[in-house]
Structures are given as structure tokens and as C-alpha cells.
């Protein structure tokens, strides 16, 4: 995928339409309850929280080393970083900046650090009870699974163990003393991040997206697709009621429960590592092309 190559235009024409039809399913519901006024607490995260709209996920893009021939790839220069060269358009390579060559190299230092280091298991998703402990203040327009004094004696009854600061800040300011972990501030992600955490995969989908224009659409949507499934068990393990919402709850607060959620994010953190490996690949290549 991220050989030189030039495309010709019922290749990548191909690849587009295949990435347009793979994406429509979490696309196309968005913007229709965006048009309605209406919100899902479960997947319109994925469009809010993070920084990529959904017709931005929509649009397929060939990433660093391809170039697109035929008149049809013109287009693609109404989009910042790309060139017009003899063979077609293309990623400009001029795009990779010292500015964004020092990202890229940030990047692969923290995702080979969170790779290499031994993945935690046996949170059980308590960070999103933090965030509904002793408050008022809840994020959701869902009901609560226990009234607040239940909830809260659970919560103080548990071993809290959040090694992921995007998480971690939002626990109520009851909760954050709770924590074992003290990840507080960004630069200590490097210090704690691990690939156990479903946030922490969760996440590879917004460094694929932080890659653009240089990853191609095909790896962004592998990790949006990995990140749904994550999402999905961080709401289902959660304090709120999603039945509503056809989500069966993985009842942390039972062993059984405790048992399900740790296969379903061992199985997540299995997903993630072969993600995780080709951005990676990704970034190194993207280094040599910028230093080289």
C-alpha cells in the first residue's frame, strides 16, 4: 500500500468507491440525526470527541507514494497537499514539513513505546463510572443503571487503574484521588499509555487521521472501524442504561461481568496491534522521505 506507484484510473477509482461503500454505514446515520437535531450517545462520539467530521471520513484519499493518473485525479488538487506531476497527481512531498516530520517522528516514538510495553488488563472500564461518580453533571441523556449512592459505594469499592490522561480528566473531582495512576498531563502519555487500554486503541484512529494527507483512507477506516467496536464496550461496560439503544450491558459489578469485559478488551487489543505496526511502517517511511 505504500510502495511508489502509479495508479490508473479504474484502480483507485475502484479503490474509492470500495472505501465510500465500506464507510457509509457510520457516515450516512450521522449526518441524517445531524439534520434531524438528534444525538446518539454511543457513536456520534466518534464525530464529536474526535476531530474528523464524517465527510471527511467519507472521502478517500490514496495516501503518501501513489499517484493518481487520469483526468478524474485532478480533483484531488482542490485538497491541501497534493501536486500536479508528469504521471498524475500525487501526495505533494513537500507537504512533509519540518513541522510535521517532528510529529511523525513524536508519533513513532509513542506508538512503538505503547506497542513494546506490556499490555493492562483489568480495569473493566471503571474510568467511565469516575466520570458520573458524586455529580450531578452527566454527559449522557441516558439513564443511570444504579442510583447514585449505590453507584458511588461501587465505585469506592473497586481498584481504579485509568492509565490514559484523555480519560483520566474526565473523572469528577471526587474520583480523580481514586485513581492509582496519575496521568494527568499529555506529555505523560508516554510514561503511562498502554496497549490494553481500549482508549488507547481507540485513539489509533485519530493518529491515522492527524497522518493525513500521507495515510492512505484504507488504514484510516480500518481504525475507525476498531475504535466503533472499542466504543461500543466502553458504553456497554459503562453507568448508563444503553438498552435503549439495543446495547446489552457487560455488568462490570459481577464477576461475570468483570470476566466478559477483560475477553472483549483483550480481543480489542489484539485488533489493535497489526493497526498500530502500519502506522508505524507509515511513519518511518514518512521520516526517511522527509530526512532522506
Known sequence: ???????????????????????????????????????????????????????????????????LAGDAARDFLGYAGYVLTDDGVRVDPAALTPKRLAFIGWLKRFLTTVRDRPAAFGCFGLHEWAMVYRTDDIRHALPLRMPPDELARFVESQVIRCSHHDAFRFFTP?????????????????EYEQCGCLHA??????????????????????AFELAVAARELDMRASAYDCTSLGFEPVRIETPEGRLLYES?????SERSRPLRDRLIALCERLESAGLG
Open 1 to 67: 500500500m505504500y510502495a511508489d506507484t502509479v495508479l490508473p484510473p479504474e484502480a483507485w477509482l475502484a479503490r474509492r468507491a470500495a472505501h465510500e461503500a465500506r464507510v457509509r454505514p457510520w457516515t450516512q446515520p450521522c449526518l441524517a440525526r445531524h439534520n434531524r437535531g438528534e444525538k446518539h450517545p454511543v457513536y456520534d462520539f466518534l464525530f464529536t470527541y474526535y476531530g474528523q467530521r464524517p465527510g471527511r471520513l467519507a472521502r478517500w484519499e490514496p495516501g503518501y507514494g501513489a499517484t
Open 174 to 190: 471526587a474520583a480523580r484521588p481514586l485513581n492509582r495512576l496519575r496521568p494527568e498531563t499529555r506529555e505523560s502519555v508516554m
Open 201 to 222: 486503541n481507540m485513539d489509533l484512529y485519530k493518529w491515522a487521521y492527524k497522518l493525513h494527507p500521507f495515510c492512505p483512507s484504507e488504514l484510516t477506516a480500518d
Open 264 to 268: 472483549e478488551q483483550r480481543a480489542i
